[in-house]
């Protein structure tokens, strides 16, 4: 009898490795809440262990034991049931009412609920099936424009009305990173984004909120304490890290003038406290996760697994970029939490739900 094929350890080692590491900052960051008011030491850490690592490890191995085509067959149910789940944040007594302006979560008794992380791998999962029904056709623009559009719009203006531009970014790079990986011709890139610039421009103008983010990116002195706030405090932090850090537990800017230590600016309290080498070494993992992810895509023989593999490591690795880079004021900030790392019980899940279904296709590679 042939034997199954295993799944690719080196990987898992990277994501376990990462999930460790993520918890070990994690840790030390929550320790500059216990000076801030509504600090609930209850809520904040049954949404990371339990709803996070614990059912996250169930999902993963859940999405790794299934059987692959179901997800190709039922595609375009996933789809169209994460966007209705993610509508139910405007419904009164569902969904939460805002938080800091936006309609994110769902209320689940003790916990809540984001969504948009569903929304996000579903239109993944459905491009990734989409895709190989196209096949040369992709090459040409009116097509790829036109799959890419239909795809992304119910994301898109779901996403826009919570708002969590964000998301939608991080959304945005996994699909057209999906369209090159299919064929899309390099020139049609170039095109699809200068429209994405105009498109954000027009946004900012209609949003303030965007237009500061991109004002404050532009000149990050230019509101010390308004809308450049939080890029101030966390250069200072990573600046004030060194080399080494000051270790453990020792940052200085979570105790009240960090924003966000355990969600948006952790890779800021992780720097200051781990200096520079530590700062290195959390990105250089997630470079050797993105690669060997990537590579787990490239042999694949499949292409609907390939291009979903693809997606996934995409969504990953840009996010975790996103938010690594508007910490050190190279991209404007998103919001966007550090994969593994940032407080979030519901991103925390669906990570490891997209690692099982990595691992999953990593049987079928030929690394």
């Avoid at 709803?51 to 169209?80: E, N, T």
Wanted: glycine content about 10%.
């Amino acid at each position: 009898m042939k034997k199954a094929r295993s799944f690719d350890k080196v990987f898992l080692g990277l994501t376990l490795l990462l999930a460790s590491v993520g918890l070990f900052i994690f840790t030390s960051a929550s320790f500059g809440l216990f000076f801030r008011k509504g600090f609930s030491l209850q809520d904040l850490l049954f949404g990371q262990i339990v709803l996070g690592l614990l059912l996250g490890l169930v999902a993963m191995i859940a999405a790794y034991k299934m059987p692959l085509k179901w997800l190709k067959i039922y595609s375009l149910h996933i789809f169209v049931a994460s966007a209705i789940v993610t509508l139910f944040v405007f419904v009164p007594h569902v969904g939460l009412q805002q938080i800091k302006g936006a309609h994110r979560w769902i209320a689940l008794g003790p916990a809540s609920f984001q969504p948009s992380e569903a929304l996000k791998l579903a239109a993944v999962i459905y491009f990734a099936a989409l895709l190989p029904l196209l096949k040369d056709k992709i090459t040409q623009l009116k097509y790829s424009l036109v799959t890419f559009a239909g795809v992304i719009a119910v994301p898109a203006i779901i996403l826009l009305l919570q708002p969590d531009t964000g998301t939608l970014m991080v959304l945005f790079l996994a699909l057209v990173g999906m369209l090159l990986a299919a064929g899309m011709k390099i020139r049609h890139f170039f095109l699809l984004f200068a429209g994405s610039v105009v498109l954000v421009v027009a946004l900012a103008m209609v949003r303030p909120y965007v237009k500061e983010r991109l004002l404050t990116f532009v000149d990050p002195s230019r509101d010390p304490q308004g809308s450049s706030y939080q890029l101030q405090k966390s250069l200072l932090a990573i600046g004030s890290g060194g080399i080494t850090g000051r270790g453990f537990g020792q940052s200085i800017q979570k105790f009240g003038s960090l924003p966000e230590p355990t969600g948006d600016s952790i890779f800021a309290v992780a720097a200051e406290e781990f200096g520079f080498i530590g700062a290195s070494a959390i990105i250089i993992l997630f470079l050797l996760f993105g690669v060997r992810g990537i590579q787990i895509a490239r042999n694949n023989p499949d292409m609907f697994s390939g291009l979903l593999a693809v997606g996934i490591v995409i969504l990953i690795v840009s996010q975790s970029f996103a938010n690594i880079a508007a910490m050190l004021g190279l991209v404007p900030l998103t919001g966007v939490p550090l994969v593994f790392i940032s407080h979030g019980g519901t991103a925390l899940l669906f990570a490891f739900l997209e690692i099982g279904i990595l691992l999953n296709i990593s049987k079928s590679s030929r690394i």
